[in-house]
């Protein structure tokens, strides 16, 4: 699989990565060997950049990613998050102390002694406003706790405001069919910085693997279900933020465009990997024959032009009066 720079840190990393929430939880049950197997699956196929975070079932994403890493020679780039364990999860509370707090636990959980990049974790948007929780990272990076940092973020505008700080080195948004602001609003900026895009949620939680139902129903322990609204945190990471029913008519409309050589999720895949901005993708999945499917998308040949304007069309008529203007 091809590599792509990651902002300028230096870091080669697939154009597929690995994404691993569902290895931590909030998408049903997954038991412990089912998320080894995955995290092996994507490396066998040459995934070498692996994203996790300290909150992903409260540290076990990251303790299985120390474990099957211990087993193998390869030394894949491991992207964890911090800032989510904050209670009440306020800026202010974004300190120099609670990040190293947080940086030593996921240093511990890897088994490193320098974490290779840092994210803040979706924090709230008054952080980005605040230039001592920068100044904090720097101090952390000096210390090689950490080797680099970068941000999650919500919406288009944290991130435009992030790549104002020069430490900050990535920033990792939702970017699908479904979620295209981003590529108007934020990918010519960070490009111009030298910031690597780091795209969570391309398949929009399933929706855009072309398997899901408007009524299809999802384990209480699925974010699926009881994220549906908004009640645990931003809806914006549950279908993407698309309206079930809605977005499952827009998938209808999509596969008339997928070239008959590809499945609908390495469709959107492609997709994304068609803007250059793009250092890597991080579908998230637990089943191997899955993750082979994503990886082998890097492969498939960038999109016609024809398509790309098809795949706006569905956009701007089903689904960006529902998210377009939020994120």
């Known amino acids: 699989m091809d590599e792509r720079e990651l902002g300028s840190m230096g870091y080669g990393v697939s154009e597929v990565g690995l994404g691993t929430w569902n290895v931590g939880g909030d998408w049903g049950d997954v038991s412990e060997d089912e998320g080894r197997a995955a995290i092996d699956a994507a490396i066998d196929e040459g995934v070498t950049f692996v994203d996790t975070a300290d909150v992903y079932g409260d540290g076990r994403s990251e303790r299985l990613i120390r474990e099957v890493l211990a087993d193998r020679p390869e030394d894949p780039i491991v992207a964890t998050k911090a800032g989510r364990r904050l209670d009440p999860h306020e800026a202010a509370s974004y300190t120099e102390d609670n990040l190293r707090e947080f940086v030593d636990r996921s240093r511990e959980n890897l088994g490193v002694d320098t974490l290779d990049l840092l994210q803040l974790h979706c924090p709230p948007t008054d952080a980005y406003y605040r230039p001592a929780t920068f100044e904090?990272?720097?101090?952390?990076?000096?210390?090689?706790r950490i080797a680099g940092y970068g941000v999650s973020v919500e919406r288009v505008e944290e991130g435009l405001k992030a790549i104002e700080y020069p430490g900050v080195e990535t920033i990792q948004v939702i970017c699908n069919p479904f979620r295209q602001r981003p590529v108007e609003r934020l990918f010519d900026a960070a490009d111009r910085a030298d910031v690597g895009i780091i795209v969570r949620v391309p398949l929009a939680s399933g929706l855009l693997t072309g398997t899901i139902d408007a009524d299809d129903e999802f384990p209480a322990n699925d974010h699926r279900n009881f994220n549906r609204d908004g009640e645990a945190f931003d809806v914006g990471e549950t279908f993407a933020g698309v309206p079930l029913e809605p977005g499952v008519a827009a998938v209808e409309e999509l596969r008339r465009i997928v070239p008959e050589e590809?499945?609908?999720?390495?469709?959107?895949?492609?997709?994304?990997?068609?803007?250059d901005a793009v250092s890597t993708v991080i579908p998230g999945s637990t089943?191997?024959?899955?993750?082979?499917?994503n990886v082998a998308a890097a492969a498939a040949d960038p999109l016609s032009h024809e398509r790309h304007g098809a795949v706006r069309d569905v956009y701007e008529e089903r689904i960006a009066p529902h998210v377009h203007q939020r994120w």
Not at 262 to 275: E, G, K, N, P, V
Not at 287 to 293: G, L, N, R, T
């Open 287 to 293: 089943a191997p024959d899955h993750i082979a499917e």
């Open 262 to 275: 590809l499945t609908l999720a390495q469709f959107a895949l492609r997709w994304i990997l068609d803007f």
């Open 136 to 144: 904090a990272l720097d101090t952390l990076a000096d210390e090689n």
